[in-house]
């Protein structure tokens, strides 16, 4: 084997006897290596193997060019990774650190969580009357603590299926449902999912507040970790089964089960479960007993969340929704029981959280309470074939707001749906005296005459409930009458807006329409807020916030937790208004459409109130002394048979105001003298007269399609006139 090396002189290669056509082998020009560089070359280049067999010398590769590429790799791509690389590292490095110093901040933050092992159970509220009489009692329920191993399987799958479905594969926190919620949210641009575990949930039932901060947030976390690390995926479902609240004072599946449905949790069905996994997203406003649509609604999302899970099968969830068992049954029948709803409700406003047994002072008078609930339930009893009206509500509350009495229902046991509170209605002509003290404000008199005659808004074409016209009447005589016309003329003379604005600046909370109708009660509001917004006008003008707890104490009644402050709305009706809108109204029980009602010895004022086709009826009546509203119709909002504002509620109210009333010191109205009418009402009397009537022309009934609200009988102001439209009072 020969090796041969060849340098930059021309000398020629010695030869080995090698064959004689080999023997003139030389490099050209173009097979010598080119230097891309000044840099000078080894005189000793590294020597390479011939190939075997007298083969000729491989090629050389250019040298210079692995070199200077390895030269220019120190300032290109590779040395940009390597920084990538290091500054990567250093800020990985302090994000370590921070969030090594937030979890051992926020660990110095967490309370004790040496108690887990014995949950505590939830504290007792005790709601107490004026009197100091205990009234109800809210809080700790009945049922034990039960076993996972009672329970049927479906019952805790129900709770995984709908808010926690990787519960057996996280640590705790789920960063696949944090991140599924993120985007939900990111989408509906608010929160419509929450991220949070079971297990979080259950450490925020166990050890922490409501309030909603980034520091509780992370506690929450904190927590939930050491959860999963000290107990079992079966000991913490127990937990969270046993503690978490289901609404109505019902804590834990064993109370829930007892209290909607009247059955131990063992026993509950397959549709029965949805609906208490169901009430863990809002308990309050889903609870059975109170929104049972809205239950029954969120139980069959529950279900087809559980067959999705495969939890249970396709034709279970379809039979479960399809034909629902539910048979929700409530503890205690006195309708005292909607007021300690209604308290219950506030109390996470007034003070929070709460952790302690407490004692709730309230402004109700059992007395009072007692009364109204046998004046609805007697008169429903009575009468409510009759007129088709299966519900009623009252709420009667002093000139200062404080609620004396509430009837949400007259059956508690069979609904527990705060009709007084909760429900909104229409109030037909019940709204028309914020309509005319919005004219009087504007520089109108309750002799300002006005004409009730056929009206055109648009194609809309309001009517009287006789369908006859009065030609000029004065505001009085308008009011008393329930004149729709002439409320539709004030209300666009003064505007709707102005109209609006008036109603709320005296109580009135609710969204209320400005347009034509807004005269006649086309926007739904409820009982309470209503009898609110009159109280002004018995108290000479000053605005009140309706309310039911006065003081909250601990059970030893060594700490006071709230007391009740005056209100500070003031003046919100100047007097000399307020007595005008007194004079106007009170005439209403003399001679218009509530003449029935009436309290001997007492001024007493109101207006009634009839929705389109009779579908609620109102009466809204008030003295110096007490402020009484009364609501009656029907759940799922379906006509009576011409149940009216000056029937059956002035009835009902009449039985409770005259026995409110008695024994208690004659008071008149701002205004008006006591025992009897107001200063200047003979004079108006004797200028009412009633006009002839005039027939509309042509004015039919409005087409379907339009807005047709019917008041309550428009009354005449004698009884002749009385007798003319109707052949009797309504």
Do not use: C
Request: charged share 20%; glycine share 10%; net charge positive.
């Amino acid at each position: 084997m020969a090796w041969g090396q060849k340098k930059s002189g021309g000398r020629k290669e010695p030869m080995f006897g090698l064959p004689s056509s080999l023997a003139e082998l030389r490099l050209g020009p173009q097979d010598r290596v080119t230097v891309a560089d000044d840099k000078p070359k080894s005189k000793t280049p590294k020597r390479k193997p011939a190939s075997s067999g007298g083969d000729a010398p491989r090629e050389r590769k250019p040298q210079a060019g692995r070199g200077g590429a390895r030269r220019k790799s120190k300032g290109g791509p590779r040395g940009g990774v390597y920084r990538l690389f290091y500054w990567g590292a250093v800020l990985g490095l302090w994000a370590g650190i921070a969030v090594v110093g937030v979890v051992v901040w926020v660990g110095a933050h967490l309370p004790a969580i040496q108690s887990l092992e014995i949950p505590k159970r939830p504290p007792t509220i005790q709601i107490t009357g004026l009197d100091g009489s205990v009234l109800a009692t809210r809080g700790e329920m009945a049922g034990a603590n039960v076993s996972l191993k009672d329970l049927p399987p479906y019952l805790p799958k129900a709770f995984i299926a709908i808010e926690d479905r990787r519960f057996y594969s996280h640590y705790g926190v789920d960063p696949f449902g944090i991140a599924r919620a993120a985007v939900a949210n990111v989408m509906h641009r608010g929160v419509s999912q929450g991220g949070s575990t079971l297990t979080q949930q259950l450490a925020k039932n166990l050890f922490l507040t409501q309030e909603r901060t980034m520091q509780r947030k992370l506690q929450e976390v904190e927590l939930a970790l050491w959860l999963e690390r000290k107990h079992s995926k079966a000991e913490i479902l127990e937990l969270y089964l046993n503690r978490v609240y289901f609404g109505s004072g019902a804590y834990g599946v064993e109370a829930a089960a007892q209290k909607y449905f009247g059955k131990p949790a063992k026993n509950v069905t397959v549709a029965e479960a949805a609906m208490l996994a169901g009430l863990v997203k809002s308990p309050s406003r889903l609870a059975p007993n109170r929104n049972p649509e809205g239950a029954e609604k969120r139980a069959q999302t529950v279900l087809a969340a559980m067959a999705d899970a495969k939890f249970i099968t396709e034709a279970q969830a379809q039979a479960s929704i399809g034909h629902p068992s539910y048979n929700v049954k409530a503890l205690g029948a006195g309708t005292v029981n909607y007021v300690a709803d209604w308290i219950g409700e506030v109390l996470d406003d007034l003070i929070g959280q709460i952790d302690q047994s407490i004692v709730v002072e309230t402004s109700i008078d059992p007395k009072l309470q007692a009364i109204a609930e046998a004046s609805v339930i007697d008169e429903l009893a009575a009468k409510s074939v009759k007129f088709n009206v299966s519900q009623g509500a009252l709420v009667a509350m002093t000139p200062d707001g404080s609620v004396r009495a509430m009837v949400g229902g007259r059956n508690y046991a069979e609904s527990q749906y705060n009709r007084a509170v909760t429900a909104k209605r229409q109030p037909g002509s019940a709204f028309k005296p914020f309509v005319y003290l919005t004219a009087i404000e504007a520089g109108l008199t309750p002799e300002t005459i006005r004409q009730d005659a056929p009206l055109d808004v648009k194609g809309w074409k309001p009517e009287n409930y006789s369908h006859e016209y009065f030609g000029a009447v004065t505001l009085t005589q308008a009011l008393a009458m329930s004149l729709n016309t002439v409320a539709v003329r004030l209300g666009l003379e003064v505007g709707a807006k102005n109209v609006v604005r008036t109603a709320h600046r005296l109580g009135i909370s609710s969204k209320l329409d400005a347009n034509a109708s807004i005269a006649l009660g086309t926007s739904e509001v409820s009982l309470t807020e209503l009898v609110g917004a009159y109280v002004p006008f018995a108290n000479g003008g000053q605005g009140v916030s309706p309310h039911v707890v006065n003081k909250i104490r601990t059970v030893e009644g060594n700490k006071v937790l709230y007391a009740r402050q005056p209100d500070q709305l003031g003046q919100v009706i100047d007097p000399r208004n307020v007595a005008m809108m007194n004079t106007m109204m009170q005439e209403t029980l003399l001679s218009g459409t509530a003449r029935k009602a009436e309290i001997p010895g007492w001024s007493a004022a109101g207006k009634t109130g009839t929705s389109q086709d009779f579908r609620d009826a109102w009466f809204i009546g008030y003295t110096a002394n007490l402020v009484t509203g009364v609501w009656l119709g029907n759940d799922d909002n379906s006509p009576t048979k011409k149940a009216t504002g000056g029937g059956l509620p002035v009835d009902v109210w009449t039985r409770f105001m005259k026995t409110a009333h008695e024994g208690v010191r004659v008071a008149a109205l701002p205004g008006a003298q006591a025992g009897g009418g107001f200063s200047n009402l003979a004079q108006i009397a004797s200028q009412i007269a009633p006009a002839t009537p005039v027939p509309a022309t042509g004015a039919g009934r409005p087409a379907p399609t339009r807005t047709s609200v019917r008041p309550e009988a428009a009354s005449g102001l004698d009884g002749w006139l009385m007798d003319r439209l109707f052949g009797g009072s309504r």
